[in-house]
């Protein structure tokens, strides 16, 4: 059965910091790719991040410089760092593992930019 499980959510003040993890189980963590979005409420939803098998990093203009993608391939965890967070950051985040012609989401944990 394939998992994944996004945790490190929660309010936070602008200028503030969270780091959220996606723990994977149930699947060949290492030859996957995993990507980061976020939905906010009446909007689409956006590819944040994405890191590599080979743990290549892009990311979109909105959070170059603010976030920083990773992974602990001994852990099944990627981790998606925020900094100097933002109102507009406030939306539920998502990991996506992707690999070949599978691809697998992790149920979402809420991040609410707000003072």
């Known amino acids: 059965q394939v998992q994944l499980v996004e945790s490190g959510g929660g309010l936070v003040q602008p200028g503030g910091s969270l780091r959220l993890s996606c723990a994977a189980s149930?699947?060949?963590?290492?030859?996957?790719?995993v990507d980061w979005y976020r939905q906010a409420p009446g909007k689409q939803r956006e590819l944040v991040a994405t890191?590599?098998?080979?743990?290549?990093?892009t990311y979109a203009d909105s959070v170059k410089d603010r976030f920083t993608i990773s992974r602990d391939n001994t852990k099944n965890t990627a981790f998606l760092q925020m900094n100097s967070l933002k109102p507009e950051d406030t939306a539920m985040y998502y990991c996506?593992?992707?690999?070949?012609?599978?691809?697998?989401w992790g149920q979402g944990t809420q991040v609410t930019v707000s003072s």
């Open positions: 996506n593992a992707n690999f070949a012609q599978k691809s697998y």
């Open positions: 149930g699947i060949g963590f290492s030859v996957y790719a």
């Open positions: 890191i590599t098998r080979g743990r290549t990093a």
